[in-house]
C-alpha cells in the first residue's frame, strides 16, 4: 500500500472553515472599545449614581481614563498585529 491509499494519515487543518484552527487575533479597535468601556462605564455610574449627588469630576475622570487606556491598548493590539500571545499555542 503506498502513501496516496493510506486512509490513516494525518492531514493538515484547513485554512479557513469550521474546522480549522481558531484564529487568536484580535481587533484593535474592538479591543480599545472594550477596553474604554470596561474603564469608563463603572467610574461613569459611580459618579452619576452618589447619594450626595452627581460629581462631574469623577464622571470626566471615567471617560478621560477610559480614553488614554482604550487607545494606547488599542495601539499596543495594532502594532503586535492583533496577537496578544506570543508563546506556545494550545
Known amino acids: 500500500m ?15 472553515g469550521p474546522s480549522a484552527p481558531p484564529s487568536l487575533r484580535f481587533d484593535p479597535f474592538s479591543t480599545a472599545l472594550g477596553v474604554f468601556a470596561a474603564v469608563a462605564i463603572p467610574l461613569v455610574v459611580i459618579g452619576y449614581t452618589r447619594p ?12 478621560v481614563l477610559g480614553l488614554v487606556l482604550g487607545i494606547a ?11 496578544v500571545w506570543r508563546g506556545p499555542q494550545l
Open 2 to 16: 503506498n502513501d496516496d491509499e493510506d486512509g490513516w494519515r494525518e492531514s493538515d487543518p484547513p485554512s479557513h
Open 52 to 63: 450626595s449627588g452627581s460629581n462631574g469630576a469623577i464622571i470626566a475622570l471615567g471617560i
Open 73 to 83: 491598548v488599542g495601539v499596543w493590539v495594532a502594532r503586535r498585529d492583533g496577537r
